[in-house]
């Protein structure tokens, strides 16, 4: 690509030649006037002078034309990268925009409501995936999980909503946007005047060819890396109402994948299946984990498990449970575990229940896995 741009430059500065070579200054004029009018391909994406964000190589006239912000120069010189911020009350089209808080980076206070419009730039565009930069709203109550002071929402696209709140810095999503001709609404509902917060969304527009896998909420690459359920942070707790696929793409010569908690604590969907009532082991279960089993939590994850992959803490094979639950990740057994497994795709689905019933946060703290996938053999 530079091979062809130094191409074009070298043409530029011939044109004209049975005229007498310009001096300097002339030539950096003219130069100057051509730049302004160059027609720069629009898909090309680019980095900002400071690294930190992404922007597309425009030509300088259409970037500001289209209210981007110059970061930089790229096309060996002929265009700037040209980023795109919005916040409440805008309507865009670009394949990248980040969606900001008013003021930021500054943090923004009060109750409000932000919208943003956002149109697809193309039919061919089928996802729009959503990178959380910085995103901390108000917690969700504590006792069920609900986001009742504070929710982002997506709406208008061909799958489920989005709704979350909290902690989600770091994270990211997929929504779907196939067949849809009016723009996606995104939406920060805040209800809490003594909140502080602070949002910096990247919104990439994402055609077929490039997507995601259909059904895929998130989508992870590499051979090993680290899972979160949304809001899992110090002082956190779950989410209620969620249901989402977490997808790992498979790697090349691995076969299967290994799971195992980020630390002691970081499996906590629901209380201990042979934890009563009263939390001394003797009363009442509870009705979310009656009979011992993970078929009646209200707050699950569904895995793929490898009856003979699965390691218990002593190194014997374990009964391999497709639903998890409570405050252990390998079923009935405390401690540190792991599982694996060969079933592909590669995937997690978070499934907890609308926050009808009032538990500890403590036991609600969400999950957070470590993976690591396996070579073939």
Not at 254 to 267: A, G, K, L, R, T
């Amino acid at each position: 690509m530079e091979r062809g741009w130094l191409q074009v430059g070298i043409a530029l500065l011939f044109l004209g030649t049975a005229q007498p070579w310009p001096s300097p200054s002339a030539l950096l004029s003219r130069t100057a006037r051509v730049l302004n009018f160059f027609p720069i391909p629009v898909s090309e994406e680019c980095k900002a002078e400071n690294g930190r964000r992404t922007g597309i190589c425009l030509n300088a006239y259409e970037c500001r034309i289209t209210s981007g912000t110059p970061h930089g120069p790229c096309a060996l010189g002929f265009g700037v990268c040209c980023v795109f911020t919005a916040t409440c009350g805008a309507v865009v089209e670009n394949n990248i925009v980040y969606f900001i808080n008013p003021g930021f980076p500054g943090l923004t206070q009060g109750s409000q409501e932000c919208t943003l419009l956002i149109k697809k730039l193309a039919p061919e565009v089928t996802q729009f995936r959503l990178d959380f930069i910085h995103f901390n709203l108000g917690q969700p109550n504590r006792k069920t999980g609900v986001c009742d002071s504070d929710r982002f929402r997506v709406t208008g696209g061909s799958s489920h909503d989005i709704n979350i709140c909290g902690q989600n810095s770091g994270q990211h999503l997929y929504f779907d946007v196939e067949n849809i001709k009016d723009p996606v609404k995104i939406s920060m509902n805040l209800s809490k005047s003594d909140l502080y917060r602070i949002w910096e969304i990247k919104i990439t527009q994402i055609e077929f060819n490039s997507r995601a896998p259909a059904g895929c909420d998130q989508y992870f690459l590499g051979e090993k890396g680290v899972i979160q359920t949304m809001n899992y942070a110090i002082n956190g707790r779950h989410l209620a109402d969620q249901d989402y696929n977490i997808c790992i793409r498979q790697e090349e010569k691995m076969c299967s994948i290994v799971y195992e908690p980020c630390d002691d604590n970081s499996f906590r969907i629901g209380p201990s299946y042979s934890q009563d009532d009263e939390g001394s082991g003797s009363g009442p279960i509870s009705n979310s984990i009656r009979d011992s089993s993970p078929d009646l939590c209200e707050d699950k994850i569904v895995m793929a498990c490898d009856t003979e992959d699965f390691i218990s803490p002593v190194g014997s094979p374990g009964l391999c449970d497709l639903l998890r639950c409570g405050n252990t990740f390998c079923s009935g057994i405390e401690g540190p575990c792991r599982i694996e497994t060969s079933t592909k795709p590669f995937n997690i689905r978070v499934k907890f229940g609308p926050g009808s019933r009032e538990e500890s946060p403590e036991d609600n703290i969400g999950m957070c896995l470590k993976y690591e996938q396996q070579p073939c053999t």
